[in-house]
């Protein structure tokens, strides 16, 4: 394999057209998800939803991001836009889900159709003859029945290997590894990505629900946003498992402010971003103390890193700068991801990688693909994916614990009804 490989033809560009129009009612975004390729970003309602693909862009290899704005710089060289919205995410708009590492393939999609909302503003964005009429979508339907089944490795075998991480971080070989796992559920039955979406959306209303290509999620953190000058980054790392009464989780938040081992991991995520982030921007605001955030499943230690964006660097090289951070790699990087590839078991694909959007002005939003899977439409399979933070004061069974956890969602998602 080359060190760099891209394929995704450009579309005509001489009649290349982005007309977006505002619209006169509200839209239930992910209610309007056709069955084919649905592409979504949503959160509270509010986010894109994309349908089509008038250009669709894979590649890998370490320029992978480079290569990706190159490409996006050429489709729109000679495309006539019309926009008379203009906000982030209105006119030219790219859904894009990169692998956590670029050996593995990245997609992007260019939709012939988006529609999105913010700050109860609705819009729509065509290109070219694509129909501006919301098209009629049948109901989402759910799977007849889910069996379960182990992943890349036995749950023994990955508790061996947290022991083995623990060992080498404990020998100064490095401060901070991401082990994950994966779990497969055979679907029997309809296998509609919109159905497990629009789940997540009910139960994690706070995450950025997405889907591109057939990976689909709910994730809690934003690796990026850039709205303009202002970029913002939610970190978390630190996690502990809800229990369902309000005083026990209350003790439980309590008790994860002062765990040293949730501490130290929160801080190397943290400090990763900060520095990475502060090539790009000054007036860079990393709090002190971070806060708990609360989820439906889990609750994690979370801080909200922003600043002022000192040069024109597009969404895409804030990706690059960040991905990998010490919240799903570890720390050192280069180091962190030598063990992973060593003793994790399996390939991570899209898991792990920056999801989101991106649009002309270099706006965009990317999460991190977590809480996340992957349908094999062929093996009638969804692949779903967690992974723990392992420190010097990790301990094998708890890590395994949290891992279950963080795998919940998309298991509730799938034997809803």
Request: hydrophobic share 40%.
């Amino acid at each position: 394999m080359s060190a760099i490989e891209q394929s995704g033809a450009l579309p005509d560009q001489e009649h290349l057209t982005f007309r977006t129009r505002a619209l006169d009612h509200d839209v239930d975004l992910l209610h309007h998800l056709p069955i084919e390729n649905p592409l979504a970003w949503v959160r509270r309602g509010e986010g894109l939803i994309g349908w089509g693909v008038a250009a669709r862009l894979q590649v890998r290899g370490d320029e992978t991001f480079s290569r990706t704005q190159r490409w996006w710089n050429r489709l729109l060289t000679n495309a006539h836009i019309e926009d008379t919205v203009s906000l982030p995410g209105t006119g030219p708009v790219a859904f894009a889900s990169f692998a956590f590492d670029q050996n593995n393939l990245s997609e992007v999609v260019v939709p012939n159709v988006v529609v999105g909302k913010r700050g109860g503003q609705t819009w729509m964005t065509t290109i070219g003859s694509a129909s501006t009429a919301l098209p009629p979508v049948p109901v989402p339907v759910g799977p007849h029945a889910v069996r379960w089944a182990e992943g890349s490795v036995q749950p023994w075998e990955w508790e061996q290997s947290v022991a083995t991480a623990v060992n080498r971080i404990t020998a100064g070989e490095l401060d901070k590894v991401v082990l994950a796992r994966d779990l497969v559920a055979h679907i029997d039955g309809t296998l509609d990505v919109r159905f497990l979406v629009n789940a997540l959306a009910k139960a994690y209303p706070t995450c950025w629900t997405f889907v591109v290509e057939d990976l689909f999620g709910a994730t809690p953190e934003l690796l990026v946003r850039r709205t303009g000058g202002l970029v913002t980054s939610r970190v978390l790392a630190g996690t502990v498992r809800r229990q369902g009464d309000k005083g026990t989780d209350a003790d439980l938040a309590s008790d994860l402010m002062k765990s040293q081992k949730d501490l130290a991991e929160h801080a190397y995520a943290v400090n990763s971003v900060a520095k990475a982030l502060a090539t790009h921007c000054t007036d860079l605001d990393v709090p002190e103390q971070p806060r708990v955030l609360e989820l439906a499943n889990v609750q994690h230690l979370a801080t909200d890193v922003t600043g002022q964006l000192a040069n024109e660097a597009p969404i895409l090289s804030l990706v690059a700068s960040l991905h990998p951070t010490a919240a799903v790699c570890g720390t050192p990087t280069e180091r962190a991801k030598a063990v992973i590839s060593e003793l994790e078991g399996m390939n991570r694909g899209r898991y792990a990688g920056p999801v989101g959007w991106f649009d002309q002005r270099g706006d965009g939003e990317f999460g991190i693909a977590l809480r996340c899977a992957k349908i094999d439409r062929e093996a009638q399979t969804v692949r779903s994916f967690a992974g723990c933070g392992i420190v010097a004061g990790s301990i094998p069974e708890l890590e395994f614990a949290e891992s279950a956890a963080k795998l919940a969602p998309v298991r509730d998602a799938l034997e809803s009804d």
